[in-house]
């Protein structure tokens, strides 16, 4: 039987162990895998509670969309829904709602593109006398509904 030198069996027991983990290692990856774990908690919590925050903005888009819907007809002379468009005539200016993909906007005089209110997937105007009943659901299903008054007496719908 042949004998190896002491110093090439040091050559291979120093190669052997290069190949291993030692505790420290593991202890290291470890504690990188938790810190990444604490982190990401907060994060699927802010992402699976966005759509209640989606929802809250919704309604506040809504409240905005009625003050300013009802104020201008109130001070409107004349209201027509045509074509699934409520037109308001307030002086020399005609002011279009009307649903454009998936948001109203509102035109003045057939110019123009102001967004009043987003993600909405269905939007209806009714006239009723001298008021208009405007039904929205949003694009989550939940319906929204508002009827604006006119002071002014308009003329009767033919």
């Not at 802010?46 to 506040?60: A, C, F, H, P, Y």
């Not at 409520?86 to 709602?97: P, R």
Request: charged share 20%; net charge positive; glycine share 4%.
């Amino acid at each position: 039987m042949r004998e190896i030198p002491f110093f090439q069996e040091q050559k291979f027991v120093k190669y052997r162990n290069e190949k291993a983990f030692t505790l420290l290692e593991v202890l290291f990856a470890f504690s990188v895998f938790m810190t990444i774990i604490f982190f990401m908690a907060p994060v699927f919590h802010i992402v699976l509670n966005n759509k209640d925050s989606n929802g809250r903005l919704q309604e506040m888009e809504w409240d905005v969309f009625c003050s300013q819907i009802k104020k201008e007809i109130r001070i409107s002379s004349k209201a027509e829904v045509v074509s699934g468009r409520l037109v308001l005539t307030n002086n020399n200016e005609s002011i279009t709602y009307e649903k454009y993909g998936s948001n109203i906007r509102r035109r003045v005089n057939s110019s123009g593109h102001e967004t009043l209110l987003q993600n909405v997937s269905s939007v209806t105007f009714t006239r009723v006398n001298n008021s208009i009943k405007i039904i929205v659901k949003d694009v989550w299903g939940k319906e929204y509904n508002v009827v604006g008054h006119s002071y002014i007496q308009w003329f009767p719908v033919i």
